[in-house]
């Protein structure tokens, strides 16, 4: 069963996606409750939140993942189809479930990016690999946990090891499955990128093997990977969004698909997911100086622009200065069609926390 729901979540789920279906296709700006101007986009609404990161007076919360399981999970003694992680990048890692309550919190110092990917077994057993980018001192490189979906009773996510690497300041981080393999790909933020192969060792302790170096050219930090066309997207802060190929080989060969620019991606660009709905995949970043979410499809040969979000009050209260955000599409808990979860720098009440916006109303704004 679900973990009882915070009062400012569910209720009215699916009122606000007949409200908003009548606003799709439409851009306005929107002033934030937080304060800071918002530009242009199609107006959607948060249907939940989290409660305030546990940093107080700074900027802290920055990074989401998504991950929903076929069959029900238990974590922390709570049986669930799934759940949130995401960092507080001043004191550790939070788990969430699909009703914004926190279901674990372990304090593992300087996390910044944070992601999730299957595929990883360890003594013949699936497990769920959680990555993120650790900038504390003494191990920087990549922090690696791991979550039993079979486990039962107090089953918890687990520090599982990491991935050291010359990186001197850890940001970005991705994951992705290339056939059997699964890649991790670290972003620094001077824009370093490194590319590893992370598996188990004999001893069962994580095994990495660096397989791609390569410099972005200047600080960076979004990374979202599509698999099904060898893409790797990262994004340049100040420059723009780059599309590398996944395959290690590739090395620093890149396309830009969109310069910084005015009402589409602006400085900073920082977080990017990817979300696939049907036959289609849609790419999702964060354009930090106006507080809006462009969108891009990404299965056909070259990526289309599609237009872009914005998430205004309404239940919960709206978004702004966004680090990063995390997407998954299909049923996801009570989304049925799709959930994307947001950082929200200026909360209304308290600290910073994330936003849960059902990919339904997202994709009714934008026409998709």
């Known amino acids: 069963m679900f973990a009882s729901l915070p009062l400012r979540s569910l209720a009215g789920l699916a009122a606000p996606a007949l409200l908003l279906a009548a606003c799709a296709g439409h851009e306005a700006d929107y002033q934030g409750e937080g304060g800071g101007f918002v530009g242009q986009g199609a107006p959607v609404r948060a249907m939940l939140e989290t409660p305030s990161v546990g940093t107080v007076g700074d900027d802290a919360a920055d990074d989401p993942a998504v ?87 107090d089953n918890k996510v687990r520090y599982w090891g990491s991935v050291a690497t010359d990186v001197i300041e850890p940001y970005g981080f991705c994951f992705a499955r290339r056939g059997e393999e699964v890649h991790a790909v670290l972003v620094g933020h001077e824009g370093e990128l490194r590319q590893f192969v992370v598996a188990a060792g004999p001893d069962g302790r994580p095994a990495a093997q660096l397989v791609r170096r390569a410099e972005i050219g200047s600080i960076s930090e979004g990374c979202a990977a599509d698999p099904a066309t060898d893409a790797l997207y990262i994004a340049e802060e ?131």
């Open 67 to 153: 991950w929903a399981s076929a069959t029900p999970v238990t974590i922390g003694g709570v049986q669930t189809p799934g759940f949130i992680v995401g960092t507080d990048k001043k004191a550790g890692l939070y788990v969430y479930g699909f009703d914004g309550a926190i279901l674990q919190f372990m304090p593992e110092g300087l996390l910044n990016n944070v992601d999730v990917v299957e595929g990883l077994s360890l003594n013949g057993r699936p497990q769920l690999l959680i990555g993120a980018s650790d900038r504390t001192p003494g191990r920087t490189g990549v922090a690696l946990y791991l979550f039993d979906p079979a486990g039962a009773g």
């Open 238 to 368: 100040n420059v723009g969004l780059w599309r590398y190929g996944l395959d290690p080989a590739s090395g620093g060969t890149r396309t830009l698909v969109q310069p910084v620019a005015p009402g589409v991606l602006v400085a900073d660009a920082e977080g990017l997911t990817t979300l696939t709905d049907g036959d289609a995949r849609y790419l999702i970043a964060s354009s930090q100086g106006d507080s809006t979410f462009p969108v891009w499809r990404i299965d056909g040969a070259e990526p289309q622009y599609k237009g872009r979000f914005v998430v205004v009050d309404g239940t919960v209260d709206g978004v702004t200065g966004t680090d990063g955000l995390a997407a998954l599409g299909g049923p996801v808990g009570p989304f049925p069609e799709g959930l994307v979860v947001i950082q929200d720098d200026v909360n209304d009440t308290g600290t910073q926390n994330f936003k849960y916006v059902d990919w339904r109303d997202i994709r009714a704004a934008l026409g998709l």
